[in-house]
């Protein structure tokens, strides 16, 4: 019974979330695409997902505030961490700080605006 509420308990937390794209570049030319994992509530907030083009994967998390600007924070498979601001006051929403000591810059889709597109609001 434990194993069945916890079951439907993932499924209730997937049917309230989506993704929308990220991609960025490292000052080196490392290319990197993914996406931010969103709630259908439009706060800001959840799970970042990077992949580059040399193989690399990264997994963090990231938040907005209600000024639309916060941060993300990941940590990759080859051992690099970075931390990146970001703002949504422009359309894409960018992102610019550090990856493994490197800058790092990017763009994303603003996600109070792609969940409220696919929620009909």
Known sequence: MKRLSCSLALLSLAACSGTVPVSGETADGERFTGTFGTRTDGRGGGTAELRSDKGTTCDGRWTLDQDRGGSAIVACDDGRTGTAELSTRESPGTM??????????????DPVNATASSTGK
């Not at 493994?100 to 889709?109: I, N, P, V």
């Open 96 to 109: 610019k700080g550090m990856l493994g000591g490197k800058l790092f810059k990017g763009t994303f889709e």
